[in-house]
Antibody, heavy 120, light 107 residues
Framework: QVQLQESGPGLVKPSETLSLTCTVS????????WNWIRQSPGKGLEWIGN???????NYSPSLKSRVTISLDTSKNQFSLKLSSVTAADTAVYYC??????????????WGQGTQVTVSS | DIQMTQSPSSLSASVGDRLTITCRAS??????LNWYQQKPGKAPNLLIY???SLQSGVPSRFSGSGSGTDFTLTISSLQPEDFATYYC?????????FGQGTNLEIK
């Protein structure tokens, strides 16, 4: 059974870059779409973007200018960078995997989530 | 973006009740509709995908139906572990979007 675990700073200063890593265990990162999704009381569940094992990416249009998702197959990890953060980026951030290898946006497996707070 | 609207936003029910949650899309999404259950402090858990396919390991008391813009999630006989928040999600177009959630509470 695949397992995902987010890691990274829980506190980020305004205007800085949020960086998170998701470590995948119990399966290879090859194949599947790998997603980042966040959840805040104000905006609910919000899809940020994903990356295919080939390296191709899809981003939410509303965040595209600030988001980079990358893959490190040697470490079985993928990462999120979100630049120029504000308080509105405070949320629980989840990494997640597509249910099937062809699932662009159908998410079948989630990490436990990590709280990120943007504050000085 | 496609807007997903769930009703009701909250609901009180008793163990053994049958209940239905509705999700409406702002445009047709065929059957690219998924349902998730979320308990406090936990990640969402996939229940139903492609409108009516039951995810492996999910009890058969959960079922989904619909196509186009209108969808329903039905729980045939509520169990104590079913009290949670339920979200619909469209996976038809970029960006995939979620409903605002339906909070199911014990009456």
């Amino acid at each position: 059974q695949v397992q995902l675990q987010e890691s990274g700073p829980g506190l980020v200063k305004p205007s800085e870059t949020l960086s998170l890593t998701c470590t995948v265990s119990g399966g290879s990162i090859s194949s599947y779409y790998w997603n980042w999704i966040r959840q805040s009381p104000g905006k609910g569940l919000e899809w940020i973007g994903n990356i295919y094992y080939s390296g191709s990416t899809n981003y939410s249009p509303s965040l595209k200018s600030r988001v980079t998702i990358s893959l490190d197959t040697s470490k079985n990890q993928f990462s999120l960078k979100l630049s120029s953060v504000t308080a509105a980026d405070t949320a629980v951030y989840y990494c997640a995997r597509g249910l099937h290898s062809s699932s662009w946006y159908l998410v079948g497996y989630w990490g436990q989530g990590t709280q990120v707070t943007v504050s000085s | 973006d496609i807007q997903m609207t769930q009703s009701p936003s909250s609901l009180s029910a008793s163990v053994g009740d049958r209940l239905t949650i509705t999700c409406r899309a702002s445009q047709s999404i065929s059957t690219y509709l998924n349902w998730y259950q979320q308990k406090p402090g936990k990640a969402p858990n996939l229940l139903i995908y492609a409108a009516s396919s039951l995810q492996s390991g999910v009890p058969s008391r959960f079922s989904g139906s619909g196509s186009g813009t209108d969808f329903t999630l039905t729980i045939s006989s509520l169990q104590p572990e079913d009290f949670a928040t339920y979200y619909c999600q469209q996976s038809y177009s970029t960006p995939p979007t979620f409903g605002q959630g339906t909070n199911l509470e014990i009456k």
